[in-house]
């Protein structure tokens, strides 16, 4: 087991434009995370699912985002209309199990920079 | 609400033990977390304590829990320069998401 994975682990791009992220948990993890991390400050909770299921999201969440798990095993994570703010380190974690006292393990992050 | 706070700075000395502190508000908190974030890297778990706890020890690793007075702090024994990184503390309640600390810069000077 390689540990949780995402790609690209950096994404450069104009405003305007639309991104997408991809996150693939450790296999047997059935809970998948979504953070955001801008410098100097700890990662922020956007949202997460159990299976495919999206069951919690964040106000931090606008409509320009969108985060997708079809299958329950990888997911995604667009940003549409990219803005200056959305500049940070995106970060994908996943728990096993049904309870939620299971300690969640993080991916390297996607640092996305926009121009 | 839910809120936890970290001093942002610590330096030790090599061979130093370091204490890493932090507080927390949401009295519901049933574990409580740290994690090791590197340049350019993911978090990585260090430890974690069930709220019940008030001590938990692993390797160099010592967690202490104060529920009454919701301070956490880590002691990291003869801290090594490979130690130097940000440590968050995070808080899980009965929701599903972690709230994080800012995080704690411990620099290791030789």
């Known amino acids: 087991d390689t540990g949780v994975s995402q790609n690209p682990r950096h994404k450069i791009t104009k405003r305007g434009q639309n991104v997408t992220f991809r996150c693939d948990p450790i296999?047997?993890?059935?809970?998948l995370y979504w953070y955001r991390q801008t410098l100097g400050q700890g990662p922020e909770f956007l949202t997460y699912?159990?299976?495919?299921?999206?069951?919690?999201k964040s106000r931090l969440l606008s409509d320009r985002f969108s985060a997708e798990r079809p299958k329950g095993s990888f997911s995604t994570l667009e940003i549409q209309r990219t803005e200056q703010g959305d500049s940070a380190m995106y970060l994908c974690?996943?728990?096993?199990?049904?309870?939620?006292?299971?300690?969640?393990?993080f991916g390297d992050g996607t640092r996305l920079s926009i121009l | 609400g839910e809120d936890v706070e970290q001093s942002l700075f610590l330096s030790v000395r090599e061979g130093d033990s370091s204490v890493i502190n932090c507080t927390y508000t949401?009295?519901?908190?049933?574990?409580l977390y740290w994690y090791k974030q590197e340049p350019g890297a993911g978090l990585q778990l260090l430890t974690y304590?069930?709220?019940?706890?008030d001590m938990k020890q692993d390797q160099r690793l010592t967690v202490l829990l104060n529920k009454k007075d919701k301070h956490l702090s880590l002691r990291i024994a003869d801290t090594q320069t490979g130690d130097s990184a940000i440590y968050f503390c995070?808080?899980?309640?009965?929701?599903?998401?972690?709230?994080f600390g800012p995080g704690t810069r411990l620099s290791v000077l030789p």
């Open positions: 304590i069930f709220s019940n706890m």
């Open positions: 949401d009295s519901s908190s049933t574990y």
């Open positions: 296999s047997e993890h059935n809970r």
């Open positions: 974690a996943s728990s096993p199990g049904q309870s939620s006292n299971q300690p969640q393990h």
């Open positions: 995070a808080e899980r309640n009965y929701g599903q998401n972690f709230v």
């Open positions: 699912f159990q299976n495919e299921a999206q069951l919690e």
